[in-house]
């Protein structure tokens, strides 16, 4: 069974730093995208950033550019992102998402549930 787990949400002051954390389990996580999105309060989803982990390549959307970076630990099931100097706009509920990209059974889209990074002025 495909599953995933966020964790490492919370509240920080501005200029802080967290680290969020993306469990899965289920997954050849090699043959997969997984991206960060998150959804603030009364705006739509947006994604943050992903990482294809087949060759390690991520991209970050330009707001979060030089303050966030995803990390993994080769061979491991979880994928990090590190979030330092942080501001009041990053805000927002964080979702991890597996995105396959192989059609095989097996192989789908999956979410997290995930969690609530606020950040104080």
């Known amino acids: 069974q495909l599953q995933i787990v ?3 949400g919370g509240l920080v002051q501005s200029g802080g730093s ?3 954390s993306c469990a899965t389990s289920g997954f050849t996580l090699e043959y997969y995208t ?3 999105f998150r959804q603030a309060p009364g705006k739509e989803r947006e ?3 992903c990482m294809r982990i087949s060759d390690g390549r991520t991209k ?3 707001s979060v550019k030089g303050r966030f970076t995803m990390a993994r630990i080769n061979g491991r099931n979880t994928v990090y992102l590190q979030m330092n100097s942080l501001k009041p706009e990053d805000t927002a509920v ?3 998402n597996a995105d396959p990209q192989i059609i095989a059974t097996g192989y789908a889209e999956t979410w997290g ?3 609530l990074v606020t950040v104080s002025s």
């Open 113 to 115: 549930q995930g969690t």
């Open 60 to 62: 970050y959307t330009e």
């Open 6 to 8: 966020e964790s490492g």
């Open 18 to 20: 967290l680290r969020l």
């Open 94 to 96: 964080y979702y991890c």
């Open 34 to 36: 997984i991206h960060w």
């Open 47 to 49: 994604g943050v950033s």
